[in-house]
């Protein structure tokens, strides 16, 4: 069964981190473009952060940009995002995806994947 599961959210200050990991089991990730999004109550999904699939290329959100990280370890099957400096519109289910052979932008923009994990809840909150 091809999956992706995300984990490591969590209820945070502002200002505090939290590092996301998306790990991937039924497939290689060798392949495809791994993206971060997130929804808010009310909101639309938003693509946060995306990265090819050999690392050299990363889109951000305008929103995340200088805050949020997104890196990739093939060897893992994992894929990760660092956020930091934390703000509580920041607050959100955050999903990671998958697409073959996508582009960076193309994905992060259009939310283009075939595959969608099941979600980790991120509160950023005092």
């Known amino acids: 069964q091809l999956q992706l599961v995300e984990s490591g959210g969590g209820l945070v200050q502002p200002g505090g981190s939290l590092r996301l990991s998306c790990a991937a089991s039924?497939?290689?990730?060798?392949?495809?473009?791994i993206g971060w999004f997130r929804q808010a109550p009310g909101k639309e999904r938003e693509g946060v952060s995306c990265?090819?699939?050999?690392?050299?290329?990363?889109y951000n959100a305008d929103s995340v940009q200088g805050r949020f990280t997104i890196s990739r370890d093939n060897a893992k099957n994992t894929v990760y995002l660092q956020m930091n400096s934390l703000k509580p519109e920041d607050t959100a289910v955050y999903y990671c995806?998958?697409?073959?052979?996508?582009?960076?932008?193309?994905?992060?923009?259009?939310?283009?994947?075939?595959?969608w994990g099941q979600g980790t809840q991120v509160t950023v909150s005092s």
């Open positions: 990265i090819n699939r050999i690392g050299g290329r990363t």
């Open positions: 039924g497939f290689t990730l060798d392949y495809y473009t």
């Open positions: 995806a998958a697409a073959y052979l996508g582009g960076v932008e193309d994905m992060c923009v259009r939310s283009r994947a075939e595959y």
